[in-house]
Structure formats: structure tokens, C-alpha cells
Nanobody
Framework: QVHLGESGGGLVQAGGSLRLSCVAS????????MGWYRQAPGNTRELVAH???????TYTDAVKGRFTISRDSAKNMVYLQMNSLKPDDTAVYFC?????????????WGQGTQVTVSP
């Protein structure tokens, strides 16, 4: 079993910054990739950014140039530095991890952390 713990959400004014953190804990697994997704009220969950084992990353167009995803493989952690935040970035942000346990691959989600950007 793998547990994802997120932190770093909160309330910030437009133009401000926040840094989200997520740690994957448990035993008997290895992390293949980790990412951040978000879900605003009335919307479906969408990709924000995802980082892979070779440290390559993909971003949704709406955050390119403002958000940066990074990881600490030794600690099974992923971070999302969010700069120049906009009210449209308001959402619950979920951490995702793709892990290998034995011969199989699994996906896990965190419980989510609220990010609210005021005008």
C-alpha cells in the first residue's frame, strides 16, 4: 500500500506564489513518475504537470512558464512551484504517483490540497 501526503496549499493573492509538496510513503514499491492534477468546482480533474523517471516533464499549456515541477527521487517527493498565480488557478490540487510493486504498476492519488487565488 502506498500513501501520498500533500502539503503547501492555501490562499494567495493574484500574482503570488505557492509551493506544493507531496511524499509517497509505504513499503515495497518504486516510483516511476509523479505529478500534479487539479479540479475546480464543476470541472473534471486535469493534468497540471507530470515528471518522469528521467526528469523529463510535461505541463498543461495554461501553466507553462509559471509553474515548475521537480522531484527528489531519494525521498519519493514531488514539488510544484507555482508563480504568477491567477484566479483561474483556484482548484483542489491532487498529487499522483505511478509506482511499481512486484511485477505490476499502480496509480495512487493524494487527498488533495486547496489552492485559492484571490483577484
Amino acid at each position: 500500500q502506498v500513501h501520498l501526503g500533500e502539503s503547501g496549499g492555501g490562499l494567495v493573492q493574484a500574482g503570488g506564489s505557492l509551493r506544493l509538496s507531496c511524499v509517497a510513503s509505504g513499503s515495497g514499491f518504486s516510483v516511476d513518475s509523479m505529478g500534479w492534477y487539479r479540479q475546480a468546482p464543476g470541472n473534471t480533474r486535469e493534468l497540471v504537470a507530470h515528471i518522469f523517471h528521467d526528469d523529463s516533464a510535461t505541463y498543461t499549456d495554461a501553466v507553462k512558464g509559471r509553474f515548475t515541477i521537480s522531484r527528489d527521487s531519494a525521498k519519493n517527493m514531488v514539488y510544484l512551484q507555482m508563480n504568477s498565480l491567477k484566479p483561474d488557478d483556484t482548484a483542489v490540487y491532487f498529487c499522483n504517483a505511478v509506482v511499481t510493486i512486484g511485477p505490476r504498476t499502480y496509480g495512487y492519488w493524494g487527498q488533495g490540497t486547496q489552492v485559492t487565488v484571490s483577484p
